[in-house]
């Protein structure tokens, strides 16, 4: 942000200027082939400035390698064509330049991203660019498409488009479409917070902000998508420093979590039983996509009685966690602090949250009691 300062006489009128972004749309058609392993044959670069077209970059580019036959088909382009194309070491400067203090947009940035980004790898260049996608804009900004693919997309917005599958005609579309989300972006809010940063700082600043929202108690977490869905189960002696733990992973698996996540909540437990309890339980209920879920072995032995409550430190102070068993079978679990609520089993049975999964809640009490003690057992 720069501020100009104009002085007319003794009054000072202050001038923001706002700094325009500025966006490099490209697309990029490849040999095909194993991931990571394409070879880029043809690029297309669009600098555009919010309204106009500043300059522009278009090649084909000799892979080195053999192009897939079905690409060829779709694209047109061959191996014969680019015998003479310049190889991309020799293309790569451009790149760097056109693309300088540029936001990289494409349709499906992802996969043209990564194409770059490997390509000078090979060179020995870290090539980091905050990017945006049309395809993830389109959803947001155009509703109810039937398809958001480019051709699709465009014909029915009724954007002109020609050499379809090649770089310059799906990059010139790509302009116009891009254009057009910037109209519909009123309150210009959703392109800003949908762009994103190569250090992922944005990423950063919402799992900072997610942490700060758990306390350090003894219980579960519950990650949730957009759309409020459980995606990840986790547990903890302290959740606060497990949710730590888990953003700061670099596995395939956690940046999905970490990319995903929008929301946290959380249940305190109390003690170390009804931690392994809620979560057995509830991660066979809920499924959630990103937690690993191995078959558990099965305790299949009976309780030493038929009808006993077992009483553990609750949540909180005066407080007791509680387990019924009846008839040797698991009934349900809660917490009571009136030692009147315990004493009277018409009264605990309407205050505990029932179990359905009684194997597995009996196999995960049974285990829990070969080897730790809990605060009383109560038989009847």
């Known amino acids: 942000m720069e501020v100009l300062y104009l002085e007319i006489g003794i009054i000072i009128i202050n001038y923001t200027v706002k700094k325009k972004n500025l966006y490099a749309i490209l697309d990029i058609e490849t040999t095909g082939g194993k991931f990571n392993e394409e070879g880029i044959t043809e690029i297309a670069i669009y600098k555009f400035d919010g309204h106009d ?3 522009q970059f278009i090649s084909l580019v000799n892979p080195e390698k053999t192009i897939q036959e079905f690409v060829v088909k779709l694209t047109g382009i061959n191996n014969k064509m680019l015998r003479n194309a310049p190889k991309f070491y020799e293309v790569a400067k451009r790149i760097i330049e056109i693309t300088s203090n ?3 947009v494409a349709h499906n940035t992802a ?6 980004c490997t390509e000078f790898d090979r060179l020995g260049y870290e090539f980091n660019k905050n990017t945006l996608c049309t395809v993830e804009l ?7 498409q039937p398809s958001y693919s480019l051709g699709k997309l465009t014909k029915s917005l009724g954007i002109p488009m020609s050499d379809r599958h090649r770089a310059s005609g799906d990059a010139l579309a790509t302009v116009q479409l891009f254009k057009l989300l910037l109209e519909k972006d009123i309150n210009k809010s959703i392109i800003q917070s949908s762009i994103k940063y190569f250090d992922r700082r944005q990423q950063k600043q919402k799992l900072l902000k997610l942490i700060d929202e758990i306390p350090s108690v003894e219980g579960l977490f519950y990650i949730h998508d957009t759309h ?4 990840y189960l986790g547990r903890g002696k302290n959740i606060k420093s497990e949710v730590n733990r888990l953003f700061l992973k670099v596995t395939k698996r956690a940046i999905k979590i970490q990319d995903r996540a929008q ?5 305190k437990t109390g003690n170390e039983l009804f931690r392994r309890l809620k979560y057995y339980v509830e991660l066979e209920a809920l499924s959630p996509k990103f937690n690993f879920r191995k078959k558990r072995k099965m305790n299949s032995q009976n309780f030493n009685n038929d009808n006993f409550i077992i009483i553990d430190k609750g949540r909180e102070i005066e407080e007791h966690a509680i387990i019924l068993v009846e008839n040797n079978e698991v009934f349900g679990y809660g917490y009571t602090n009136l030692g009147y609520q315990e004493n009277k089993i018409d009264v605990l049975k309407s205050i505990l949250t029932p ?4 194997e597995l809640s009996k196999s995960v009490i049974k285990n829990y009691l ?3 003690n809990v605060k009383k057992i109560i038989r009847f």
């Open 355 to 358: 179990i359905d999964r009684k």
């Open 263 to 267: 929301s946290i909540t959380f249940e």
């Open 228 to 231: 409020g869905k459980v995606i």
């Open 111 to 116: 996969f043209d991203y990564r194409i770059l």
């Open 138 to 144: 389109s959803q947001k900004l155009i509703l109810d």
């Open 53 to 55: 077209i500043v300059d």
């Open 370 to 372: 070969n080897k730790n």
């Open 102 to 104: 540029c936001i990289l």
